[in-house]
């Protein structure tokens, strides 16, 4: 497959860091995804701006043969070595985690939780153009005529109330204990049970995208504009899946985070904490045997042990797991295979989310998915769907401007030896990264 053509464009105008300034200067009548690396760790390498050509919202039974049909990826015999950047034609894509009522009926609750945001289950959004910043430079990637012209302008702050707790957290103290109950009755060894916090918003999703990118340095961040009155700001810091095509094959990486502290408390802690390794080895495992359905029998293996990775508001536990996919496979087998990901179910993975759909009380849409892009050329990313943050609302004048309400999940990994006040903690840690950018968005404090 022959790589797209890059042309040299103009600085990106705007703001010193290549996100905000994408946001900031992208015309408002034209739709936007995009991706948002950060840091200066191996993992942050580029960001990536596109308005889609077209748009597919998928739900029901049929996704998944949709999915298979336009995300089929590499298929055998030899690959030309990839780079591992978008070359502008592709899909950027939203899997939903109750994309999994489709994948694994079994994992089911005869009584699901409410389905009050009405997501659908996955979302494609077709480019064939858009810019690429990497390396100190920016380029055209794709057909250049899709790229707009960028203006240099000022994002207004976003109207935002306080963050609050949906359901309240003494209901979720109460199912944690309940998860206890299943570990300790033998009916699972982990599970991730989450709780949604939700606040009012009103203006620009770009805006509120900066807000959070300056906020949180996501390694894995993503802006999706999902049609009228729905967007999507993911702060990711964890690696799902990549693929990257070679002589060899299609090589595998996903990078599974279990164990968090906050960055204001010492690595120490999270490094010396048994029930936090046992917990990431649990998903190294399950990781391990998703990978090991679709790849080259021998091929995967625990490229990196535990290692602790800071980031602006926590420390995580992480580890890397590998493998080369099977010649007759593509990337959708892949991603379905390993869908919803290990790290935020749990294990054994399908009685984990069986728990999960019969404890917490609203479905998660988005959160706990993937986010990211699938190239024509066979590399693709995709994130983990944490540290994100939906937008539902009233379409108002531009793309990405609405009046609704934003709803942020946060969650933990229960286990045995669990305490449902340190887990109701963790999971206030998990929202440090967006109480900050509610805290700028009061005080104007923004790059842009």
């Known amino acids: 497959m022959t790589r797209a053509s890059t042309i040299p464009s103009p600085p990106i105008p705007g703001a010193p860091d290549a996100s905000g300034a994408l946001l900031a200067a992208w015309p408002r009548d034209r739709p936007l995804a995009m991706l948002a690396s950060h840091g200066d760790s191996p993992f942050a390498r580029f960001s990536f701006a596109a308005s889609p050509v077209s748009e597919r919202q998928l739900r029901g039974p049929e996704t998944i043969e949709i999915l298979r049909r336009e995300l089929a990826g590499p298929v055998s015999g030899p690959h030309p070595a990839a780079e591992r950047l978008p070359t502008g034609r592709g899909h950027f894509v939203m899997l939903g985690y109750d994309l999994f009522r489709h994948l694994e009926p079994t994992a089911a609750s005869p009584a699901p939780p409410l389905d009050d945001r009405q997501w659908p289950d996955a979302i494609l959004l077709r480019c064939e153009g858009g810019l690429l910043h990497h390396g100190g430079r920016t380029e055209v990637r794709g057909d250049p005529a899709l790229v707009p012209d960028l203006e240099p302008r000022v994002l207004p702050p976003p109207i935002i109330d306080g963050l609050h707790p949906d359901p309240t957290d003494v209901e979720y103290r109460r199912d944690v204990g309940r998860v206890i109950e299943h570990v300790h009755a033998g009916d699972c ?112 293996r625990v490229s990196q042990p535990r290692t602790i990775e800071s980031h602006p508001t926590v420390h995580h536990g992480v580890a890397e797991i590998t493998g080369i996919l099977r010649p007759e496979l593509g990337i959708a087998d892949l991603v379905l295979a390993a869908f919803p990901p290990g790290s935020v179910t749990g294990a054994p993975k399908v009685q984990a989310m069986r728990i999960i759909d019969e404890l917490e009380p609203v479905r998660r849409g988005p959160y706990c998915g993937a986010v990211g892009w699938i190239d024509d050329s066979g590399y693709a990313t995709l994130n983990v769907a944490i540290r994100t943050i939906t937008a539902t609302g009233t379409p108002l004048d531009g793309c990405g401007e609405l009046d609704g309400r934003l709803d942020y999940f946060a969650g933990c990994g229960i286990v045995a030896e669990s305490d449902p006040e340190a887990e109701y903690r963790e999971s206030l840690d998990k929202t440090e990264v967006f109480r900050r950018a509610i805290e700028n968005a009061s005080t104007g404090s923004t790059n842009h």
């Open 189 to 300: 060894f982990q599970v991730n049970l989450a709780q949604r916090f939700g606040t009012r918003f009103r203006g620009s999703v770009r805006s509120l995208a900066a807000l959070a990118f300056e906020a949180a340095a996501p390694r894995y961040g993503a802006m999706l504009e999902c049609g009228p009155g729905r967007a999507i700001v993911s702060m990711s810091p964890e690696l799902f899946l990549e693929t990257t095509p070679g002589t060899d094959g299609v090589a595998v990486r996903t990078r599974p985070i279990k164990g968090t502290r906050p960055s204001s408390r010492s690595v120490d802690e999270l490094e010396r904490s048994e029930k936090d390794a046992a917990e990431l080895h649990m998903i190294v495992d399950l990781m391990r045997n998703d990978l090991g359905r679709v790849c080259r029998l021998g091929s995967v």
